[in-house]
């Protein structure tokens, strides 16, 4: 059974920090993403690493997240520091062993919500700052 779980949400105040984890099971995956969704908004993809150590991120959160990944335990964490109240939303661990790292960079580039259908979603976990 391949899942993907979320954990370390909660509530911030701006200029703080939170620090998600996301844990995968079942599968083995190369390249892993983390989106975000407010109320009334895009899906949106914040960050991406491939199994290279490659990265990419949304302008808006560049120099204040940091994806990164243990593979021996198989987790992909997101470090977030000075969130901001725009930042507030449910974040979701994501991973398509379909979607190489350079079309989920190019998501990220081109602002696109993610097609039907995408990838091995985890249930979210709410990132609130205040």
């Known amino acids: 059974h391949v899942q993907l779980v979320e954990s370390g949400g909660g509530s911030a105040l701006a200029g703080g920090s939170v620090r998600l984890s996301c844990a995968a099971s079942g599968y083995t995956f190369n390249t892993y993403g983390w989106f975000r969704q407010a109320p009334g908004n895009v899906c949106e993809l914040v960050a991406v690493m491939s199994g290279d150590g490659s990265t990419e991120y949304t302008e808006s959160v560049k120099g204040r997240f940091h994806i990164s990944r243990d593979d021996a335990k198989k987790t992909v964490y997101l470090q977030m520091v000075n969130l901001q109240p725009e930042d507030t939303a449910m974040y979701y661990c994501?991973?398509?062993?379909?979607?190489?790292?350079?079309?989920?960079?190019?998501?990220?580039?081109?602002?696109?919500?993610?097609?039907?259908?995408?990838?091995?979603w985890g249930q979210g976990t709410q990132v609130t700052v205040s």
């Open positions: 994501v991973a398509d062993p379909r979607t190489p790292f350079s079309l989920m960079a190019t998501m990220i580039l081109l602002g696109q919500a993610p097609p039907p259908n995408f990838g091995v």
